[in-house]
Nanobody
């Protein structure tokens, strides 16, 4: 089993920055890791993924968000800059053992991920 614990969510004004963290423990089947988000009344959507040196981003966050991973500590990060009110959502960390799930055609499908954190809330005010 893999346990994922997110932190770093907060309330900020538009234009501000936040860094989310996701600490993984247990069996470290985390070759593919990703951030998803879900706003009230909306479906869960992929934000960014990382496997090895390969990353993918949703078009809505490209140039503003950066995903990274400290493999030694098994911590996933999401640096979010120039935040917008539409970024307001619960942010979830997800992981799975298969790097192929982080491929271009797969990473944004939440059904592909076996392990999930409990989420951390990000609220951006205008």
């Amino acid at each position: 089993q893999v346990q994922l614990v997110e932190s770093g969510g907060n309330s900020v004004q538009a234009g501000g920055s936040l860094r989310l963290s996701c600490a993984a423990s247990g069996y470290t089947y985390t070759d593919c890791m990703a951030w998803f988000r879900q706003a009230p009344g909306k479906e869960r959507e992929g934000v960014a993924s990382i496997t090895g040196g390969s990353t993918h981003y949703a078009d809505s966050v490209k140039g503003r968000f950066t995903i990274s991973k400290d493999s030694a500590q098994n911590i996933l990060y999401l640096q979010m800059n120039n935040l917008k009110p539409e970024d307001t959502a619960m942010y979830y960390c997800a992981a799975d053992r298969y790097p192929v799930l982080c491929g271009a055609g797969s990473w944004s499908n939440p059904l592909h991920f076996a392990y999930w954190g409990q989420g951390t809330q990000v609220t951006v005010s205008s």
